[in-house]
Protein backbone atom coordinates (compact mmCIF):
# COMPACT_ATOMS: atom_id res chain seq x y z
CA UNK A 1 0.00 0.00 0.00
CA UNK A 2 1.54 2.87 -0.81
CA UNK A 3 2.16 5.76 1.63
CA UNK A 4 -0.16 9.24 1.62
CA UNK A 5 2.76 10.80 0.32
CA UNK A 6 3.22 9.14 -3.01
CA UNK A 7 1.40 12.04 -5.50
CA UNK A 8 2.80 14.84 -3.66
CA UNK A 9 5.64 17.63 -4.85
CA UNK A 10 6.41 20.66 -4.38
CA UNK A 11 4.16 23.12 -3.06
CA UNK A 12 4.90 26.77 -1.81
CA UNK A 13 4.70 28.53 0.78
CA UNK A 14 6.26 27.29 3.75
CA UNK A 15 9.26 28.65 5.95
CA UNK A 16 12.78 27.60 5.30
CA UNK A 17 14.45 24.57 3.81
CA UNK A 18 13.14 21.51 5.08
CA UNK A 19 14.62 18.32 5.42
CA UNK A 20 12.93 14.89 4.94
CA UNK A 21 12.35 12.56 8.30
CA UNK A 22 14.46 10.04 6.48
CA UNK A 23 18.08 9.06 6.30
CA UNK A 24 18.60 10.33 3.19
CA UNK A 25 19.56 13.91 3.69
CA UNK A 26 17.68 14.75 0.33
CA UNK A 27 15.77 17.93 0.90
CA UNK A 28 11.92 17.61 0.94
CA UNK A 29 10.98 19.48 -2.71
CA UNK A 30 7.58 19.39 -1.39
CA UNK A 31 7.70 22.02 1.22
CA UNK A 32 10.38 24.18 -0.28
CA UNK A 33 9.46 28.12 -0.52
CA UNK A 34 8.90 29.27 -3.65
CA UNK A 35 10.24 33.06 -3.54
CA UNK A 36 7.77 35.13 -5.91
CA UNK A 37 10.58 37.42 -7.49
CA UNK A 38 12.98 34.44 -7.55
CA UNK A 39 14.82 34.31 -11.28
CA UNK A 40 14.51 30.62 -12.84
CA UNK A 41 17.25 29.91 -15.33
CA UNK A 42 17.54 27.28 -17.59
CA UNK A 43 14.55 26.45 -17.75
CA UNK A 44 12.41 26.60 -20.95
CA UNK A 45 8.91 28.58 -21.07
CA UNK A 46 6.66 27.32 -23.96
CA UNK A 47 4.92 29.22 -25.91
CA UNK A 48 1.20 28.08 -25.27
CA UNK A 49 -0.62 29.82 -27.68
CA UNK A 50 1.77 28.54 -29.75
CA UNK A 51 1.89 25.08 -29.03
CA UNK A 52 -2.17 24.62 -29.01
CA UNK A 53 -2.27 26.14 -32.29
CA UNK A 54 -0.01 23.70 -33.76
CA UNK A 55 -1.68 20.66 -32.08
CA UNK A 56 -5.21 21.54 -33.45
CA UNK A 57 -4.06 22.18 -36.73
CA UNK A 58 -2.24 18.51 -36.85
CA UNK A 59 -5.34 17.13 -35.55
CA UNK A 60 -7.60 18.70 -38.20
CA UNK A 61 -5.63 16.45 -40.40
CA UNK A 62 -7.09 13.69 -38.75
CA UNK A 63 -10.57 12.31 -40.09
CA UNK A 64 -11.89 10.94 -37.19
CA UNK A 65 -11.59 14.12 -35.44
CA UNK A 66 -15.19 16.09 -35.74
CA UNK A 67 -14.93 20.04 -34.58
CA UNK A 68 -13.32 22.07 -31.66
CA UNK A 69 -14.83 19.79 -29.00
CA UNK A 70 -13.61 16.54 -29.95
CA UNK A 71 -10.17 17.73 -30.32
CA UNK A 72 -10.12 19.57 -26.75
CA UNK A 73 -11.36 16.36 -25.22
CA UNK A 74 -8.35 14.44 -27.04
CA UNK A 75 -6.09 16.92 -25.87
CA UNK A 76 -7.41 16.91 -22.56
CA UNK A 77 -6.79 13.03 -21.96
CA UNK A 78 -3.34 13.27 -23.27
CA UNK A 79 -2.48 16.23 -21.37
CA UNK A 80 -3.52 14.32 -18.15
CA UNK A 81 -1.25 11.37 -19.09
CA UNK A 82 1.80 13.38 -19.64
CA UNK A 83 1.19 15.59 -16.69
CA UNK A 84 0.76 12.90 -14.46
CA UNK A 85 4.16 11.12 -15.71
CA UNK A 86 6.43 14.24 -15.48
CA UNK A 87 4.63 14.24 -11.84
CA UNK A 88 5.24 10.92 -11.64
CA UNK A 89 8.73 11.12 -12.67
CA UNK A 90 10.06 13.86 -10.01
CA UNK A 91 8.18 12.10 -7.45
CA UNK A 92 10.21 8.16 -8.41
CA UNK A 93 13.06 11.09 -7.46
CA UNK A 94 11.84 12.27 -3.66
CA UNK A 95 10.71 8.42 -2.55
CA UNK A 96 12.41 5.71 -3.44
CA UNK A 97 9.70 3.79 -2.00
CA UNK A 98 7.34 5.53 -4.64
CA UNK A 99 4.90 2.91 -6.75
CA UNK A 100 2.89 4.43 -9.48
CA UNK A 101 -1.09 2.73 -10.17
CA UNK A 102 -0.32 3.20 -13.54
CA UNK A 103 1.20 -0.21 -15.23
CA UNK A 104 4.21 0.38 -16.84
CA UNK A 105 3.16 -0.30 -20.63
CA UNK A 106 0.53 2.23 -20.18
CA UNK A 107 2.50 5.21 -19.00
CA UNK A 108 3.50 8.24 -21.09
CA UNK A 109 7.07 7.50 -20.77
CA UNK A 110 6.61 4.02 -22.52
CA UNK A 111 4.54 4.87 -25.40
CA UNK A 112 4.67 8.76 -25.90
CA UNK A 113 7.63 9.98 -25.11
CA UNK A 114 10.23 9.01 -27.26
CA UNK A 115 9.50 10.97 -30.44
CA UNK A 116 10.90 8.01 -32.54
CA UNK A 117 8.93 5.04 -31.29
CA UNK A 118 5.51 3.85 -32.11
CA UNK A 119 3.58 5.33 -34.77
CA UNK A 120 1.15 4.53 -37.74
CA UNK A 121 -1.18 1.64 -37.43
CA UNK A 122 1.06 0.44 -34.44
CA UNK A 123 0.21 3.43 -32.67
CA UNK A 124 -3.51 3.89 -33.27
CA UNK A 125 -3.80 0.19 -32.58
CA UNK A 126 -1.71 0.18 -29.09
CA UNK A 127 -4.37 3.53 -28.20
CA UNK A 128 -7.02 1.68 -29.16
CA UNK A 129 -6.44 -1.90 -27.49
CA UNK A 130 -4.30 -1.52 -24.93
CA UNK A 131 -3.79 2.41 -23.63
CA UNK A 132 -8.07 2.63 -23.01
CA UNK A 133 -9.07 -0.51 -21.77
CA UNK A 134 -5.95 -0.76 -19.61
CA UNK A 135 -7.03 2.21 -17.78
CA UNK A 136 -10.40 1.62 -18.44
CA UNK A 137 -10.42 -1.41 -16.20
CA UNK A 138 -7.30 -0.58 -13.74
CA UNK A 139 -7.24 -3.00 -10.68
CA UNK A 140 -9.32 -0.81 -7.84
CA UNK A 141 -9.76 -3.97 -5.84
CA UNK A 142 -7.16 -2.75 -2.76
CA UNK A 143 -9.15 0.64 -2.41
CA UNK A 144 -6.24 2.57 -3.71
CA UNK A 145 -7.76 5.93 -3.98
CA UNK A 146 -5.49 7.17 -7.30
CA UNK A 147 -6.31 3.84 -9.53
CA UNK A 148 -10.51 4.77 -8.68
CA UNK A 149 -9.45 8.11 -9.95
CA UNK A 150 -7.46 7.26 -12.89
CA UNK A 151 -10.36 4.66 -14.09
CA UNK A 152 -13.33 7.42 -13.13
CA UNK A 153 -11.64 9.66 -15.23
CA UNK A 154 -10.80 7.44 -18.37
CA UNK A 155 -14.42 6.12 -17.79
CA UNK A 156 -15.90 8.52 -19.89
CA UNK A 157 -13.21 9.62 -22.10
CA UNK A 158 -12.88 8.54 -25.65
CA UNK A 159 -10.03 8.11 -28.49
CA UNK A 160 -11.31 10.09 -31.84
CA UNK A 161 -8.41 9.85 -33.98
CA UNK A 162 -7.78 6.95 -36.46
CA UNK A 163 -4.42 7.90 -37.89
CA UNK A 164 -1.89 6.90 -36.20
CA UNK A 165 0.64 8.84 -37.63
CA UNK A 166 -0.73 12.04 -36.32
CA UNK A 167 -0.72 10.81 -33.16
CA UNK A 168 2.46 10.55 -33.30
CA UNK A 169 2.75 13.96 -34.57
CA UNK A 170 0.65 15.19 -30.99
CA UNK A 171 2.48 13.74 -28.55
CA UNK A 172 5.92 14.96 -29.73
CA UNK A 173 4.67 18.38 -29.65
CA UNK A 174 2.78 18.01 -26.33
CA UNK A 175 6.63 16.73 -24.87
CA UNK A 176 7.71 20.03 -25.41
CA UNK A 177 6.09 20.95 -22.20
CA UNK A 178 7.95 20.03 -18.90
CA UNK A 179 5.62 20.81 -16.29
CA UNK A 180 7.71 20.47 -13.41
CA UNK A 181 10.62 22.47 -15.08
CA UNK A 182 8.51 25.26 -16.04
CA UNK A 183 7.84 25.99 -12.40
CA UNK A 184 4.70 27.69 -13.42
CA UNK A 185 1.55 26.08 -11.35
CA UNK A 186 -0.77 28.31 -13.85
CA UNK A 187 0.48 26.75 -16.56
CA UNK A 188 -2.17 24.34 -16.86
CA UNK A 189 -4.22 26.97 -16.73
CA UNK A 190 -3.26 28.85 -19.58
CA UNK A 191 -3.54 25.61 -21.54
CA UNK A 192 -7.11 25.30 -20.72
CA UNK A 193 -8.22 28.85 -21.25
CA UNK A 194 -6.48 28.34 -24.62
CA UNK A 195 -8.62 25.17 -25.33
CA UNK A 196 -11.68 27.21 -23.90
CA UNK A 197 -11.80 30.55 -26.30
CA UNK A 198 -11.62 27.92 -29.37
CA UNK A 199 -14.50 25.78 -28.22
CA UNK A 200 -16.74 29.09 -28.24
CA UNK A 201 -16.30 28.75 -31.99
CA UNK A 202 -18.23 25.38 -31.52
CA UNK A 203 -21.53 26.16 -30.02
CA UNK A 204 -22.38 26.43 -26.44
CA UNK A 205 -20.14 24.01 -24.51
CA UNK A 206 -21.23 25.05 -21.33
CA UNK A 207 -18.13 25.88 -19.97
CA UNK A 208 -16.75 29.46 -18.47
CA UNK A 209 -13.44 29.89 -17.84
CA UNK A 210 -13.67 32.47 -14.77
CA UNK A 211 -11.08 34.65 -14.60
CA UNK A 212 -7.98 34.25 -12.65
CA UNK A 213 -7.91 37.55 -11.34
CA UNK A 214 -11.25 36.88 -10.22
CA UNK A 215 -10.81 33.39 -8.40
CA UNK A 216 -7.68 35.04 -6.38
CA UNK A 217 -9.80 37.96 -4.76
CA UNK A 218 -12.04 36.27 -3.65
CA UNK A 219 -10.55 33.69 -2.25
CA UNK A 220 -8.14 36.10 -0.61
CA UNK A 221 -11.51 38.52 0.84
CA UNK A 222 -12.87 35.11 1.85
CA UNK A 223 -8.93 33.47 3.57
CA UNK A 224 -9.63 29.91 3.79
CA UNK A 225 -7.16 28.48 6.33
CA UNK A 226 -5.77 25.34 7.25
CA UNK A 227 -8.06 22.47 8.48
CA UNK A 228 -11.31 24.43 7.32
CA UNK A 229 -13.41 22.36 4.69
CA UNK A 230 -13.26 23.93 1.60
CA UNK A 231 -15.94 22.93 -1.26
CA UNK A 232 -16.68 23.91 -4.77
CA UNK A 233 -19.81 22.07 -5.64
CA UNK A 234 -19.41 22.92 -9.58
CA UNK A 235 -15.54 23.07 -9.94
CA UNK A 236 -15.14 22.92 -13.82
CA UNK A 237 -10.91 22.46 -14.03
CA UNK A 238 -10.51 23.57 -10.64
CA UNK A 239 -9.86 27.16 -10.70
CA UNK A 240 -11.34 28.20 -6.85
CA UNK A 241 -9.98 24.91 -5.47
CA UNK A 242 -6.10 25.57 -6.55
CA UNK A 243 -6.87 29.68 -5.54
CA UNK A 244 -7.53 28.06 -1.82
CA UNK A 245 -4.89 25.51 -2.19
CA UNK A 246 -2.51 28.29 -2.92
CA UNK A 247 -4.06 30.76 -0.29
CA UNK A 248 -3.48 28.36 2.39
CA UNK A 249 -0.02 26.90 1.58
CA UNK A 250 1.30 30.84 1.95
CA UNK A 251 -0.15 31.52 5.55
CA UNK A 252 -0.28 27.63 7.11
CA UNK A 253 1.36 25.07 5.40
CA UNK A 254 4.60 24.06 7.80
CA UNK A 255 5.42 20.28 7.55
CA UNK A 256 3.65 17.09 5.89
CA UNK A 257 1.16 16.85 8.58
CA UNK A 258 0.09 20.30 7.67
CA UNK A 259 0.21 18.87 3.64
CA UNK A 260 -1.97 16.17 4.37
CA UNK A 261 -4.38 18.11 6.45
CA UNK A 262 -4.97 20.49 3.34
CA UNK A 263 -5.15 17.90 1.06
CA UNK A 264 -8.17 15.94 3.19
CA UNK A 265 -10.04 19.21 3.28
CA UNK A 266 -10.21 20.42 -0.42
CA UNK A 267 -13.03 19.32 -1.88
CA UNK A 268 -15.02 19.30 -5.67
CA UNK A 269 -17.88 18.21 -7.43
CA UNK A 270 -17.96 18.37 -11.22
CA UNK A 271 -20.70 16.55 -13.53
CA UNK A 272 -19.10 17.07 -17.49
CA UNK A 273 -16.28 14.34 -18.04
CA UNK A 274 -13.86 16.92 -19.92
CA UNK A 275 -13.66 19.04 -16.67
CA UNK A 276 -13.80 16.50 -14.04
CA UNK A 277 -10.11 15.21 -16.04
CA UNK A 278 -8.59 18.50 -15.99
CA UNK A 279 -10.04 19.39 -12.77
CA UNK A 280 -8.29 16.29 -11.19
CA UNK A 281 -5.25 16.78 -13.46
CA UNK A 282 -4.90 20.55 -12.33
CA UNK A 283 -5.07 19.42 -8.31
CA UNK A 284 -2.23 16.88 -9.01
CA UNK A 285 -0.29 19.16 -10.68
CA UNK A 286 -0.71 21.39 -7.55
CA UNK A 287 0.58 18.53 -5.70
CA UNK A 288 -2.19 17.36 -4.36
CA UNK A 289 -1.58 13.00 -3.62
CA UNK A 290 -5.36 12.47 -4.32
CA UNK A 291 -7.37 15.04 -5.49
CA UNK A 292 -10.90 14.33 -3.32
CA UNK A 293 -12.93 15.84 -6.46
CA UNK A 294 -16.54 13.61 -7.23
CA UNK A 295 -17.88 12.95 -10.70
CA UNK A 296 -21.35 13.47 -10.76
CA UNK A 297 -23.97 16.08 -10.81
CA UNK A 298 -24.07 18.05 -6.95
CA UNK A 299 -27.93 18.88 -7.68
CA UNK A 300 -28.59 15.13 -7.66
CA UNK A 301 -29.02 14.57 -3.91
CA UNK A 302 -32.47 14.82 -1.83
CA UNK A 303 -32.24 18.18 -0.02
CA UNK A 304 -32.99 17.08 3.34
CA UNK A 305 -30.46 14.00 3.44
CA UNK A 306 -28.08 17.03 3.68
CA UNK A 307 -26.47 16.61 7.17
CA UNK A 308 -24.20 18.26 9.61
CA UNK A 309 -21.41 16.14 8.42
CA UNK A 310 -21.55 17.08 5.14
CA UNK A 311 -21.52 21.07 5.59
CA UNK A 312 -18.43 22.58 4.98
CA UNK A 313 -16.30 26.14 6.38
CA UNK A 314 -15.77 27.47 3.18
CA UNK A 315 -17.46 27.73 -0.48
CA UNK A 316 -15.91 29.14 -3.50
CA UNK A 317 -18.00 28.44 -6.75
CA UNK A 318 -19.16 29.99 -9.91
CA UNK A 319 -22.24 27.63 -10.44
CA UNK A 320 -23.62 27.10 -14.10
CA UNK A 321 -26.31 29.63 -14.42
CA UNK A 322 -28.41 30.31 -18.03
CA UNK A 323 -29.11 26.91 -18.36
CA UNK A 324 -31.55 23.70 -17.30
CA UNK A 325 -31.04 20.85 -14.99
CA UNK A 326 -31.15 17.35 -15.53
CA UNK A 327 -34.67 15.81 -16.10
CA UNK A 328 -35.91 14.85 -12.84
CA UNK A 329 -33.34 17.29 -10.48
CA UNK A 330 -35.76 19.96 -9.12
CA UNK A 331 -37.75 16.96 -7.11
CA UNK A 332 -34.57 16.62 -4.65
CA UNK A 333 -36.22 20.05 -3.28
CA UNK A 334 -38.59 21.47 -1.42
CA UNK A 335 -41.88 22.07 -3.24
CA UNK A 336 -41.74 26.17 -3.19
CA UNK A 337 -37.89 26.10 -4.01
CA UNK A 338 -38.85 24.16 -7.39
CA UNK A 339 -36.71 25.37 -10.46
CA UNK A 340 -34.92 23.73 -13.61
CA UNK A 341 -32.86 27.00 -13.20
CA UNK A 342 -29.19 25.77 -12.56
CA UNK A 343 -27.80 28.96 -10.85
CA UNK A 344 -31.12 29.66 -8.84
CA UNK A 345 -30.74 25.64 -7.46
CA UNK A 346 -27.02 25.61 -7.15
CA UNK A 347 -27.47 28.67 -4.56
CA UNK A 348 -30.39 27.00 -2.16
CA UNK A 349 -27.63 23.73 -2.13
CA UNK A 350 -24.60 26.08 -0.97
CA UNK A 351 -27.44 27.76 1.64
CA UNK A 352 -27.82 24.12 2.94
CA UNK A 353 -23.84 22.59 2.41
CA UNK A 354 -22.85 25.88 4.54
CA UNK A 355 -22.03 25.08 8.52
CA UNK A 356 -23.31 27.68 10.85
CA UNK A 357 -20.53 30.66 11.12
CA UNK A 358 -19.67 29.36 7.37
CA UNK A 359 -18.67 31.66 4.68
CA UNK A 360 -18.87 31.99 0.85
CA UNK A 361 -17.61 33.50 -2.13
CA UNK A 362 -19.73 32.76 -5.39
CA UNK A 363 -20.50 34.50 -8.84
CA UNK A 364 -24.30 34.93 -9.56
CA UNK A 365 -26.15 36.60 -13.13
CA UNK A 366 -28.52 39.61 -12.52
CA UNK A 367 -30.74 37.13 -13.43
CA UNK A 368 -30.51 35.48 -10.02
CA UNK A 369 -30.68 39.04 -8.24
CA UNK A 370 -33.96 39.49 -9.64
CA UNK A 371 -37.21 37.79 -10.78
CA UNK A 372 -40.74 37.08 -9.18
CA UNK A 373 -42.27 33.78 -8.03
CA UNK A 374 -39.86 30.71 -6.76
CA UNK A 375 -36.84 33.35 -7.58
CA UNK A 376 -38.29 35.84 -4.72
CA UNK A 377 -38.50 32.83 -2.31
CA UNK A 378 -35.03 31.44 -3.08
CA UNK A 379 -33.44 35.18 -2.22
CA UNK A 380 -35.86 35.48 0.65
CA UNK A 381 -34.33 32.34 1.83
CA UNK A 382 -30.52 32.91 1.18
CA UNK A 383 -31.20 36.55 2.99
CA UNK A 384 -33.16 34.91 6.25
CA UNK A 385 -30.53 32.06 6.44
CA UNK A 386 -27.11 34.00 5.44
CA UNK A 387 -25.60 37.46 6.44
CA UNK A 388 -25.25 38.56 2.59
CA UNK A 389 -22.86 41.53 3.71
CA UNK A 390 -21.42 42.49 0.27
CA UNK A 391 -22.23 42.40 -3.54
CA UNK A 392 -19.54 43.15 -6.05
CA UNK A 393 -21.04 44.14 -9.06
CA UNK A 394 -18.75 43.20 -12.14
CA UNK A 395 -19.00 45.12 -16.11
CA UNK A 396 -20.56 43.00 -18.54
CA UNK A 397 -17.25 41.92 -20.15
CA UNK A 398 -15.57 40.57 -17.25
CA UNK A 399 -16.46 37.06 -18.83
CA UNK A 400 -15.19 37.40 -22.33
CA UNK A 401 -14.70 36.06 -25.05
CA UNK A 402 -17.20 33.34 -23.36
CA UNK A 403 -20.67 35.52 -22.22
CA UNK A 404 -21.48 39.06 -22.17
CA UNK A 405 -23.49 38.40 -19.21
CA UNK A 406 -23.36 40.67 -16.33
CA UNK A 407 -22.22 39.27 -13.16
CA UNK A 408 -21.73 39.53 -9.63
CA UNK A 409 -19.89 38.36 -6.73
CA UNK A 410 -21.41 37.53 -3.54
CA UNK A 411 -19.62 37.35 -0.07
CA UNK A 412 -21.99 35.72 2.72
CA UNK A 413 -21.89 34.17 6.43
CA UNK A 414 -24.32 31.64 7.11
CA UNK A 415 -26.02 31.66 10.41
CA UNK A 416 -27.81 35.05 10.86
CA UNK A 417 -29.83 37.07 8.74
CA UNK A 418 -29.26 40.18 6.28
CA UNK A 419 -29.26 43.58 8.01
CA UNK A 420 -27.90 45.24 5.12
CA UNK A 421 -25.73 44.68 2.51
CA UNK A 422 -22.96 46.85 0.64
CA UNK A 423 -22.85 46.83 -3.22
CA UNK A 424 -19.52 47.59 -4.76
CA UNK A 425 -19.28 48.61 -8.07
CA UNK A 426 -16.12 47.77 -10.10
CA UNK A 427 -15.50 50.10 -12.78
CA UNK A 428 -13.50 49.32 -16.16
CA UNK A 429 -9.79 50.76 -16.23
CA UNK A 430 -10.01 54.54 -17.40
CA UNK A 431 -10.11 55.03 -21.03
CA UNK A 432 -10.71 51.08 -21.62
CA UNK A 433 -14.37 50.25 -22.92
CA UNK A 434 -14.69 46.55 -22.11
CA UNK A 435 -13.00 43.71 -21.18
CA UNK A 436 -11.46 41.13 -23.88
CA UNK A 437 -9.17 38.46 -24.96
CA UNK A 438 -6.45 40.84 -24.90
CA UNK A 439 -7.74 42.92 -22.12
CA UNK A 440 -8.64 40.68 -19.56
CA UNK A 441 -9.72 41.80 -16.11
CA UNK A 442 -6.78 42.00 -13.79
CA UNK A 443 -6.19 41.88 -9.92
CA UNK A 444 -4.36 44.95 -9.60
CA UNK A 445 -7.43 46.72 -10.33
CA UNK A 446 -9.39 45.24 -6.77
CA UNK A 447 -6.79 46.97 -4.69
CA UNK A 448 -9.06 49.69 -3.97
CA UNK A 449 -11.92 46.94 -3.05
CA UNK A 450 -9.22 44.93 -0.78
CA UNK A 451 -8.44 48.75 1.13
CA UNK A 452 -12.39 49.41 1.19
CA UNK A 453 -12.50 46.13 2.59
CA UNK A 454 -12.17 46.25 6.29
CA UNK A 455 -13.07 49.80 6.99
CA UNK A 456 -16.11 50.76 4.60
CA UNK A 457 -17.87 54.09 3.82
CA UNK A 458 -19.75 55.21 0.98
CA UNK A 459 -18.37 56.56 -2.05
CA UNK A 460 -19.53 57.36 -5.47
CA UNK A 461 -18.76 53.27 -6.22
CA UNK A 462 -20.26 52.19 -2.67
CA UNK A 463 -23.35 52.47 -1.57
CA UNK A 464 -25.69 50.35 1.48
CA UNK A 465 -29.14 49.31 1.24
CA UNK A 466 -31.35 48.25 4.23
CA UNK A 467 -33.11 44.72 4.63
CA UNK A 468 -36.28 46.80 5.03
CA UNK A 469 -35.88 48.42 1.23
CA UNK A 470 -35.26 44.35 0.19
CA UNK A 471 -38.21 43.58 1.67
CA UNK A 472 -40.28 46.09 0.15
CA UNK A 473 -38.80 45.71 -3.28
CA UNK A 474 -39.78 41.93 -3.36
CA UNK A 475 -35.81 40.81 -1.82
CA UNK A 476 -34.86 42.01 -5.35
CA UNK A 477 -30.79 42.24 -4.92
CA UNK A 478 -29.89 44.09 -8.52
CA UNK A 479 -30.28 47.68 -6.60
CA UNK A 480 -28.43 50.10 -9.06
CA UNK A 481 -25.77 52.42 -8.25
CA UNK A 482 -27.83 55.46 -6.55
CA UNK A 483 -25.03 58.36 -7.40
CA UNK A 484 -25.14 57.77 -11.03
CA UNK A 485 -27.98 59.61 -12.48
CA UNK A 486 -29.27 58.44 -16.12
CA UNK A 487 -28.48 60.70 -18.39
CA UNK A 488 -31.18 62.34 -20.40
CA UNK A 489 -31.37 61.76 -24.29
CA UNK A 490 -32.66 64.83 -26.23
CA UNK A 491 -33.30 64.19 -29.57
CA UNK A 492 -33.89 66.05 -32.79
CA UNK A 493 -37.27 66.32 -34.61
CA UNK A 494 -35.24 64.27 -37.84
CA UNK A 495 -34.09 61.73 -35.11
CA UNK A 496 -37.48 61.23 -33.53
CA UNK A 497 -38.49 60.69 -37.05
CA UNK A 498 -35.99 58.36 -37.65
CA UNK A 499 -36.70 56.36 -34.60
CA UNK A 500 -40.35 55.83 -35.59
CA UNK A 501 -39.28 54.59 -38.73
CA UNK A 502 -37.25 52.46 -37.52
CA UNK A 503 -39.86 51.02 -35.12
CA UNK A 504 -42.25 50.34 -38.15
CA UNK A 505 -40.61 48.59 -39.91
CA UNK A 506 -39.62 45.80 -37.31
CA UNK A 507 -43.55 46.28 -37.07
CA UNK A 508 -44.21 45.00 -40.34
CA UNK A 509 -41.28 42.51 -40.21
CA UNK A 510 -43.30 40.95 -37.41
CA UNK A 511 -46.39 41.10 -39.26
CA UNK A 512 -45.32 39.39 -41.85
CA UNK A 513 -43.67 36.26 -39.74
CA UNK A 514 -46.78 36.01 -38.26
CA UNK A 515 -49.11 35.85 -41.48
CA UNK A 516 -46.65 33.34 -42.92
CA UNK A 517 -47.11 31.23 -39.43
CA UNK A 518 -50.83 31.09 -39.76
CA UNK A 519 -50.88 29.90 -43.48
Known amino acids: MNSVRDWRGTPQGCSGAQRRNDNSGKPDRRLRRERPNEKITGVYMPN ?17 VSGDAQRIEQLGWMVTLKILDDKEAELELLHDEYVSVVPEELKWRSWAADGEGITGDEMKDFVDTVLFPGLQNLDVSTGNKRAVLLRDIFAGTNN ?12 NKLNEINFNASEDRHLFGDI ?6 DLQSAGNYGEFYTPRAVTEIMTELINPRLGEKVLDPACGTGGFLTSAIENIRAQDVHSVEDLKVLEETIRGHELKPLPFMLCVTNLILHDIEVPNVMSGDSLNREYTSITERDRVDVILANPPFGASVSDGVETNYPAQFRTTESADLFLLLMIRLLKKGGRAAIVLPDGSLTGDGVKQRIRQEFLEQCNVHTIVRLPNSVFQPYASVATNLL ?7 TREIWYWEHKLPEGQKSYSKTKPIRKSEFEPLKAWWNSRADNEHVWKVSIETLKTNGYNLDIKNPYI ?6 HTTAELLELLHQSFVKSDELLTKLREAVK
Not at 160 to 171: H, S
Not at 192 to 197: D, I, N
Open 485 to 490: KEEEVT
Open 160 to 171: YMKNGTIIRQVV
Open 192 to 197: YESLLR
Open 411 to 417: FFTKGEP
Open 48 to 64: IGGIIKSLQNIMRKDQG
